[in-house]
């Protein structure tokens, strides 16, 4: 199950800069001009998560493998983007088909590094990209709604409920606000997501700061901050080229390089954590002494497609779910202690996995 993010924003705010750190490559060119990112770049990277390790130390695992996300890099955005100005169209297309977006705001000043309006706002910049996707989505939805008149006309529920959900949409960016911000019922959710509205996917800030605010931020990302709160939104603060540095370095110079710039742990892992509770994701845990493994799920997954995630047929032959929750897994010393004490259970198909769990499902053949 893959989920991918879309780091997005106005040439020369450090995008690229960003995805060479998450991915530790060169893979994408950062340079000082506009579109010097002009194919996506994809990278995924491993969702730091401590507790992985600790279960794999109590259970002798041979192997550790972490749950993964995918991170694309698409080109820079201009106004009137969604008029196709710039690499508008392709821009619009890549954002489509990721899950959510990560809004990179330029929160520093550097007179080397042009900037398209020449002035540093990162509100004024979010508010151009925001503008060009609610254009785009009216633009989508006004002819959404044209094609849906024909079955419409012949009774097709489906179609109903689109249009319902599209001159909603439309009430909203009419008035200036985002796709995200429509209510939509749990029985909704599905024609909801088939609508590809840019403006309903989470979006997640990420404040590119100079190398002396990493630590504590500075005026420009506490103004990002007061935004994001004020839509509901996220925001984190980063320095990329610290980020980019710290790539380059083995784990024990970059923990001292840490330990020098006051900060307590690399942005990039608080970014990649912050992405993954955007998404509404959790983990669950298999360990045995072959490997210890993360697994992601959305929110509210049930076992037998908990799972799913690890093979179709555990799904489909889904019997029951050992579990025990991760707490007690430490606290017991392991499968054994757990079993011991009474902690694991024996969960059945209406079962809802918590993050931590530690699981073990039975099957049929």
Partial sequence: MGFKT?????????KSTLFNALTKTAAAQAANFPFCTIEPNVGEVSVPDARLEKLALIAGSAKIIPTRMTFVDIAGLVKGASQGEGLGNQFLATIRECDAIAHVLRC???????????????VEDAEVVETELMLADLDSIEKRLTGLVRKIKGGDRDALEQDDLLRRAKVALEAGRPARSVEVKEDEQKQW???QLLTAKKILYVCNVDEDSAATGNAFSERVAVMAAEQGAAAV?????????????????????????GLAEAGLDRLIRAGHELLELKTYFTVGPKEARAWTIRKGTLAPGAAGVIHGDFERGFIR???????DFIACNGEQGAKEKGKMRAEG???EVQDGDVLHFLFNT
């Fill in 108 to 122: 520093f000043e550097d007179g080397d590094i042009t900037h398209v309006s020449n002035t540093i706002d990162p």
């Fill in 321 to 327: 779910g050992e579990t025990i929750a991760y707490d």
């Fill in 193 to 195: 997501k088939m609508l």
């Fill in 349 to 351: 198909k209406t079962y």
């Fill in 6 to 14: 879309g780091i997005v924003g106005l040439p020369n705010v450090g």
């Fill in 237 to 261: 603060v980063i320095s990329a080229a610290i980020e980019e540095e710290i790539s380059q370095l083995d784990p024990e110079e970059a923990e001292m390089f840490l330990e020098e710039m």
